[in-house]
Nanobody, 121 residues
Framework: QVQLVESGGGLVQPGGSLRLSCVAS????????MRWYRQAPGKQRELVAY???????DYVDYVRGRFTISRDNAKKTVYLRMNSLKPEDTAVYYC???????????????WGQGTQVTVSS
């Protein structure tokens, strides 16, 4: 069974940094586009950044220059390095990926359970 598991969230002061990780596990044929989303209390889930298999990445404007997405294909892991964190970055951060499992080779959309990031003094 394919799973995505995030880690690395926590409480950090404004201006601080965190690095989130998301590991894909299970019998995976292909791991393609990987994304980070976030959902703040009372708001809709929103895309933060994405990265393809070759490392090409893009970001939503309000994190560009502060956040860096990267991946290690051998470890089936995507990272989100977050610098200069602001209180408005407080949210649950979710990993999302396009994965084709070995069981049927059909690409589908998978989500992690989320990790809480709180930016507060």
């Amino acid at each position: 069974q394919v799973q995505l598991v995030e880690s690395g969230g926590g409480l950090v002061q404004p201006g601080g940094s965190l690095r989130l990780s998301c590991v894909a596990s299970g019998s995976i044929w292909s791991l393609n586009l990987m994304r980070w989303y976030r959902q703040a209390p009372g708001k809709q889930r929103e895309l933060v950044a994405y990265i393809d298999r070759d490392g090409s990445a893009d970001y939503v404007d309000y994190v560009r220059g502060r956040f860096t997405i990267s991946r290690d294909n051998a470890k089936k892991t995507v990272y989100l390095r977050m610098n200069s964190l602001k209180p408005e970055d407080t949210a649950v951060y979710y990993c999302n990926a396009d994965i084709a499992p070995c069981s049927d080779l059909r690409e589908d959309d998978y989500w992690g359970q989320g990790t809480q990031v709180t930016v507060s003094s």
